[in-house]
């Protein structure tokens, strides 16, 4: 499938590594919508119930459809938390700076419908004041800008290069903070995750990742295209940084290069899977 130059839309600036401070205050944002799917759809197995779609129009990230096809979406951009109606449009919205997590939990709540069954997330995120009692601090606005092109990005990249018969919808897991899909690996039980993170403890920086399951143990993995490497720490995955991504000159260049990348890393991934 061709891509257009539009779909590689993060500029670079801010720089790939000066996004930390927003994206932890965005990671914990995402988890409110991410409560209201974890809350009040019904459970699914691999915790699909509790990811988000990135929705292109508004520029946000929405849960699933909720009782009475209501959805909570975090507009990153404002730092908003949005109520959306079954039409997709704006019912109501929050500014989550000056606010603590339990407020904005609380206002969520109210907004569906939910009394107070809408809990704080099950487990560990990066530090920030919103994990004890404190506020959203707000600010760094053109990181957070910055932060829903690269979603953006991921989102259409990922959706136009991997979107097969076969693969999971590309969504935004809240845990980690990645928008990804699934594909099948060769043989039962074997699978090749593939998405876009927005900067984690592995890297300082968005990074393009490509992960076979089972890990493979590290070594004799088949070299790899587009500025790719191996990652071997913790996790053996196929990575392209957002500095390498965006090296090529236009937008177009850049779109065709993680295509590449990511394409010759499935299969790569797939080849070290059928070896196992």
């Known amino acids: 499938m061709g891509l257009e130059p539009h779909r590689f839309e993060a500029l ?15 990671h914990w944002a995402a988890q409110l919508p991410a409560a209201a799917g974890r809350s009040l759809i019904t459970p699914a197995p691999d915790d699909s119930h509790t990811s988000l779609e990135w929705l292109a129009g508004p520029r ?11 959805r909570a979406a975090l507009r990153p ?7 959306l109606d079954p039409t997709g449009t704006t019912a109501d919205e929050l500014a989550l700076e000056g606010r603590t997590f339990d ?33 959203f601090q707000g600010g760094d606005e053109p990181a957070r800008v910055e932060l829903g092109r690269w979603y953006a990005t991921g989102d259409a990249i990922l959706r136009g290069t991997l979107g097969a018969p076969g693969a999971a919808p590309v969504r935004c897991w ?3 903070f990645d928008i990804a899909t699934l594909l099948p690996g060769p043989g039962q039980g074997r699978t ?18 490509v992960s076979p399951q089972p890990n493979p143990e590290p070594g004799a993995l088949p070299a790899l295209a587009a500025g790719g490497h ?18 090529p000159a236009t937008p177009d260049a850049r779109a065709a290069q993680v295509a590449d990348f990511l394409k010759g890393a499935v299969s790569a991934c797939a080849a070290v899977l059928a070896r196992a």
């Open 230 to 247: 191996w990652h071997s720490a913790g996790w053996v995955g196929a990575v392209l940084t957002a500095e390498e991504s965006l090296r």
């Open 77 to 83: 951009a404002d730092l908003m938390l949005v109520a």
């Open 192 to 209: 090749i995750g593939a998405g876009l993170s927005p900067g984690d403890g592995s890297y300082a920086q968005p990074y393009w990742y």
């Open 174 to 176: 809240p845990h980690h």
């Open 12 to 26: 670079g600036l801010p720089a790939p590594r000066s996004l930390t401070r927003a994206r932890v205050e965005l």
């Open 103 to 135: 407020e904005a939990l609380g206002w969520l709540a109210g907004r569906l419908g939910a009394g107070a069954m809408l809990a704080r997330p099950p487990y560990e995120l990066p530090e920030h004041p919103v994990s004890g009692r404190g506020s």
């Open 60 to 70: 946000m990230l929405a849960s699933g459809r909720l009782p009475g096809g209501l």
